[in-house]
């Protein structure tokens, strides 16, 4: 079974019954997505599947040969970070982080999808599936907006991170 | 225990024989509900039937013209509830729009009907058919009649005739990922007559038809009047989500107000809108 993840190939040694959250974590040590619940409800293990998010946590290996997933290690590096990051970012969309992967994936394909601006009701359906217990939510909904109006605040300073890349 | 055989048919002929009589066998439509009792180790099948490749996805409409009214809708047992939201009149698009995003797009139609899932009550009231396989082969039920002994049953596909117009009504708590606590769907089919159907009555309890609104409906009785007949219909029952008690309560309520949105025959309006709690 073969997957392309972040555009790379790698061929699972996981059986068909086994989760996309366990290739991604267990076989590629890939942690950006978080396996909160593992059933569904949290939105913490979202990834994009042919650029659809999608529970990596429902997602079974056998349904997924071939597919392309893109987890949140490929949306941007700290030193490029991409616009949704720098958005959630700047708006202080962040606390925990535990949800963040899930919410940049979802909001990043919800920008795609709509090819422009969205409106504030779209993101709350949009990311309706996806919990955060420290932000309100409030920072997180300003932020996608803003990232889809290409609205930058520019008032942060650029970060400087380290970059460790996780050896799979 | 042994790993589980897993079939991943290609064909609807090797998803089929792969169910054969449905004994021992897990069927995985989108997963959404078998995966997280495969992850946790509450469930340990001896069998794995996967349908995502057994083309039974598709979506058919008979009706091209446009009219409202009339013709028929044939939806794949593994087309996505988001698929389904899509193309499907009310109340069935209401009813598919489930919370949220991401399970939409991978929930099956065929797997909402095993689990007495929110379409169930939309289905009811619209008159659909449901094919399926299983021991005796072929068969094409009632969904009414479905949904009460399901088991032993691979759905193939649901028949679902394009009703004038229909409402579909929910209490539930918004993207909360529970059943609802009652759902109600009304469609004034083609022929003009109004059905009336309500489900989430307990937990995984079938959706079930409102013959005593229906008549009442049908003799001239107002929406309020009618509805108000539901309770002679149902039998609710205590569950986490809500009592038995406060159900009775408000289920007419629901259903007065989606008969009152049910636009007169004819009328092409739909409306569906979300009760908050």
Redesign the interface.
């Given at each position: 079974m073969n997957l392309i993840v972040n555009g790379r190939v790698h061929t699972t040694a996981a059986?068909?019954?086994m989760?996309l959250l366990y290739v991604l974590r267990e076989e590629l040590g890939l942690t950006g997505a978080k396996a909160g619940c593992?059933?569904?409800?949290c939105?913490a293990c979202?990834v994009l599947v042919d650029g659809?998010?999608?529970?990596s946590?429902?997602?079974?290996v056998?349904?997924l040969d071939g597919a392309s997933i893109t987890t949140v290690e490929a949306l941007g590096e700290p030193s490029h970070l991409s616009d949704v990051q720098v958005a959630f970012n700047e708006h202080y969309a962040a606390q925990c982080g535990f949800c963040t992967p899930g919410m940049l994936l979802?909001a990043t394909a919800l920008i795609k999808r709509k090819g422009g601006p969205v409106e504030r009701d779209e993101v709350v359906?949009?990311l309706?599936?996806h919990y955060c217990r420290c932000t309100g939510y409030v920072k997180i909904l300003d932020a996608v907006v803003a990232a889809s109006r290409g609205e930058r605040l520019g008032h942060m300073a650029p970060l400087t991170l380290e970059v460790r890349p996780v050896e799979p | 225990m042994p790993d589980p055989e897993v079939v991943m048919a290609s064909s609807l002929a090797e998803a089929v024989a792969a169910f054969g009589d449905g004994s021992g066998v897990t069927v995985i439509g989108g997963g959404t509900v078998v995966t997280p009792l495969l992850t946790h180790g509450a469930l340990w099948p001896k069998a794995v039937l996967m349908l995502q490749g057994a083309g039974l996805a598709g979506i058919t409409d008979s009706m091209v013209d446009g009219t409202v009214g009339g013709g028929t809708l044939e939806i794949g047992a593994a087309a996505t509830l988001a698929a389904v939201a899509d193309v499907a009149p009310e109340p069935l698009a209401s009813a598919a729009r489930i919370p949220d995003y991401e399970i939409r797009g991978q929930a099956t139609l065929g797997g909402n009907l095993m689990i007495g899932g929110d379409l169930q009550t939309a289905l009811v009231a619209m008159g659909a058919r449901v094919r399926s396989a299983g021991a005796g082969g072929e068969r094409v039920d009632p969904v009414a009649e479905f949904i009460a002994a399901p088991s032993g049953r691979l759905v193939l596909s649901v028949e679902v005739p394009r009703p004038r117009a229909g409402v579909f009504v929910q209490q539930r708590r918004r993207h909360s990922h529970t059943h609802p606590v009652l759902t109600v769907a009304v469609a004034r089919r083609a022929d003009g007559g109004v059905h009336v159907a309500v489900g989430s009555l307990a937990e995984r309890a079938p959706a079930v038809a409102c013959p005593s609104v229906e008549h009442a409906l049908a003799g001239g009785a107002g929406p309020r009047e009618a509805a108000a007949k539901v309770v002679d219909d149902v039998l609710p029952e205590d569950d986490p989500l809500a009592s038995a008690w406060y159900r009775r309560r408000v289920l007419p309520v629901l259903v007065a107000r989606a008969l009152e949105q049910l636009e007169p025959a004819g009328g092409g309006h739909m409306n569906s809108p979300e009760v908050g709690t």
């Open positions: 059986g068909p019954l989760t593992q059933h569904g409800s939105g979202t659809e998010p999608r529970r946590c429902l997602a079974l056998g349904t979802a359906e949009a309706g599936g | -």
